[in-house]
C-alpha cells in the first residue's frame, strides 16, 4: 500500500487541529460529537477549525447533478431550489405528501449522479456494491483510491484549501455509522497522500464499537494515527498535548458544546435543530442484546444542574426551533428537571416506559417544558419476550403511559424489534395486537428485524453464522431457537402486520429518509 508522497504545503509542529464530520448521514442537524469537542477546545484555548462535509458535500452533488434523458430527474432538477427552501421552512412540512415528494426528488438526484459507479447514494445512505464498510480491507482500498469516491472532486478541493489555509497539524474524523466509512477512509487516503507528516486521528460511534471488540487489532496502522473510544474529549485534549494536572480534568470533563464552527441554519430543517446529550452510556443498561451493554459502556450523566444552565445558555445564544436530546435514555431525574426549568424552546427525546409515564400530572409538566415527542422502546407487545429481553417495564405500564403522553399532547415515536430469540410469530401477532389497540395514542412507528450483537452477553447461548461479511461486522446472524428467522420475520411484516388497516396509516405518516428527526415538525403547533 503505497499512500506517501510529498506535500507541496507545510505542516507546523503546533498542535492545530481541523474536524471533520464526514458523508454520509442525515443532515438535518449539526454533529453532537464534534459540538462537544469544541467546547472542550475552546475552554482549554486550543487552535482549531471545524467542516461539516457531509453537509456540504451532498449539497455540492446536488447543485452539480448532471443533465438526465429521462423525466423525473428532470423534473426534480427544475424543483431542486424549492424542494431545498421547503425542507427549510414550517410551511414544507404542512404536507406530508408534498414533503415526500421533495424527499424522493432529492434522492433521485443523489442516485442518478453515481449510477454508473456502482454506487447507491441517498440522503442518509451511502452503498458500494463492490466495497463493505465492514471490510478493513474495503476500507483500505477506498483510502489508496480516493479518487473513486463521489464526493472526491469536493472534498480535493475543499481540503486543500483548508490545510493551506488553516495550516492545521491534525485533522479528526468523526466516524459514527457505516454510511460515513467508505468516504471517511477515502478522504484519510487523500490526506495521508498529500500531507504525510499530518496526523490523522480516528473517533465516533462506530469506531468505539471496532474497538469495544474483544477481538479488535488495528487494521489501519499507518494509516490512522490515532483511534479513539468512547467520549473523545479527553483523548483528543491529550493528543493535543494538554496533560491531565491528576485531579481528573481531562479524562472527565463536561464542557458547554459550542456550535459556532457549524452552518446551524444551513441544515435540511425548518430552523437550527441542537443536539445535546445529557450523558453517556445508558442508565438502565440491562436490556439484553443491547449494543451499548455489549461494549461495556459506562453511564456517566451531566450533572442536573449543569444541564439545566447548558440548556438555557443555548437555547439564548442560538434560539433553536427544536432541542433533540441524544442520550440512549433520558432518566426520570432528567426529566424531571426539565419540567422544573424549562430550556426555553420544543425538544424531544428518547425515554424508557416507566411509572412516571403513566402519571398524567407529571406528562403535562412535560408538555408544558416543551417537550414535543417522545421515543419510546417498547420493542414487543408481548410480555414474557419484554422479560426474556430484560426490559423492566409491563404492557400494562406501557398502555398507561401511551395513553396519559396522548392526554397530555405528547406524541409518540413506538419502536419495534421482530425476530428477537424469545420471539416466535404468536409473539409477533401479539405485537401487533397491542399497536392496533392503540394506534390512537402512537403517531410513529419504527419497526425493526432484530440484529444480534457479536459480543453480546447471550451470543454464545446461540448456533451464530456470518451476518455481514467482514472482519469489522457488528453483528451475527443466528439460528432462531424457535424457527423464527429473518425470512420468516420479513414474511409477517410484509404480508400482515404492515397491512393491517390500523397499522398501515401509523407508518404512512412516518418521514422518509429523516424518520424521527423531522418527525417532531409534523407534530409541533
Excluded at 426549568?341 to 416506559?353: S, V
Excluded at 407529571?362 to 419476550?385: H, I, N
Aim: net charge neutral; hydrophobic share 40%; glycine share 6%.
Amino acid at each position: 500500500m503505497n499512500l506517501i508522497s510529498k506535500s507541496a504545503i507545510h505542516i507546523p509542529k503546533s498542535s492545530s487541529l481541523l474536524l471533520i464530520h464526514p458523508p454520509v448521514v442525515k443532515p438535518c442537524e449539526p454533529p453532537a460529537g464534534i459540538a462537544r469537542l469544541c467546547g472542550a477546545l475552546n475552554q482549554h484555548g486550543m487552535k482549531y477549525s471545524v467542516v461539516d462535509a457531509n453537509l456540504e458535500g451532498i449539497l455540492e452533488l446536488l447543485k452539480n447533478s448532471d443533465k438526465a434523458s429521462d423525466t423525473w430527474t428532470r423534473r426534480a432538477s427544475r424543483h431542486l431550489e424549492s424542494h431545498l427552501r421547503d425542507l427549510r421552512s414550517r410551511e414544507g412540512y404542512h404536507s406530508i405528501d408534498r414533503y415526500k415528494r421533495a424527499i424522493k426528488d432529492l434522492n433521485r438526484l443523489l442516485e442518478m449522479k453515481t449510477a454508473e459507479n456502482r454506487i447507491r447514494l441517498g440522503l442518509g445512505n451511502f452503498e458500494h456494491q463492490d466495497l463493505a464498510p465492514t471490510r478493513s480491507r474495503d476500507l483500505i482500498k477506498a483510502a489508496e483510491n480516493p479518487e473513486a469516491n463521489p464526493f472526491y472532486p469536493y472534498f480535493k478541493n475543499r481540503l486543500l484549501h483548508l490545510v493551506e489555509n488553516d495550516q492545521p497539524s491534525m485533522v479528526g474524523f468523526s466516524l459514527n455509522y457505516l454510511s460515513q466509512a467508505l468516504t471517511t477512509f477515502a478522504m484519510i487516503g487523500f490526506l495521508r497522500k498529500e500531507f504525510p507528516a499530518m496526523t490523522l486521528i480516528l473517533g465516533g460511534g462506530l469506531v468505539t464499537s471496532w474497538m469495544r471488540r474483544p477481538e479488535w487489532q488495528n487494521p489501519f496502522k499507518g494509516l490512522v494515527d490515532h483511534f479513539v473510544a468512547g467520549p473523545g474529549e479527553g483523548p483528543l485534549l491529550s493528543i493535543m498535548g494538554v496533560r491531565d494536572t491528576g485531579s481528573g480534568e481531562i479524562g472527565n470533563l463536561h464542557c458547554t458544546p459550542c456550535y459556532d464552527p457549524l452552518p446551524v441554519k444551513d441544515y435540511f430543517a425548518p430552523g437550527a435543530i441542537l443536539p445535546y446529550a445529557s450523558s453517556s452510556g445508558c442508565y438502565w443498561n440491562r436490556c439484553s442484546f443491547c449494543p451499548e451493554r455489549a461494549e461495556g459502556n459506562a453511564y456517566v450523566p451531566v450533572a442536573i444542574e449543569t444541564m439545566i444552565a447548558d440548556l438555557q445558555a443555548l437555547v439564548k445564544k442560538y434560539r433553536p426551533v427544536l432541542i433533540h436530546l441524544v442520550d440512549n435514555a433520558l432518566s426520570p431525574a432528567v426529566m424531571k428537571a426539565i419540567a422544573h426549568h424549562p430550556p426555553g424552546a420544543p425538544w424531544y427525546g428518547f425515554a424508557r416506559i416507566t411509572h412516571h409515564l403513566t402519571d398524567l400530572d407529571f406528562c403535562l409538566a412535560l408538555k408544558r417544558s416543551g417537550c414535543v415527542m417522545l421515543k419510546l422502546g417498547l420493542e414487543s407487545g408481548d410480555q414474557a419476550v419484554l422479560d426474556a429481553m430484560q426490559k423492566g417495564f409491563d404492557l400494562e405500564e406501557a398502555s398507561a403511559a401511551l395513553k396519559m403522553l396522548r392526554k397530555a399532547g405528547i406524541a409518540t415515536y413506538v419502536y419495534l424489534l421482530f425476530g428477537t430469540p424469545p420471539e416466535s410469530l404468536g409473539e409477533a401477532r401479539a405485537t401487533c395486537d397491542f399497536i392496533v389497540r392503540h394506534h390512537d395514542e402512537i403517531e410513529f412507528l419504527n419497526v425493526a428485524i432484530f440484529n444480534l450483537p457479536v459480543s453480546g452477553p447471550d451470543t454464545m447461548k446461540l448456533e451464530t453464522k456470518m451476518f455481514y461479511e467482514g472482519d469489522l461486522s457488528l453483528y451475527v446472524d443466528f439460528e432462531h431457537p424457535r424457527g423464527w428467522n429473518r425470512k420468516q420475520v420479513r414474511q409477517f411484516l410484509d404480508k400482515e402486520f404492515k397491512r393491517h388497516p390500523a397499522v398501515a396509516p401509523i407508518l404512512r405518516r412516518d418521514p422518509p429518509v429523516f424518520t424521527s428527526n423531522h418527525a417532531p415538525f409534523f407534530v409541533m403547533d
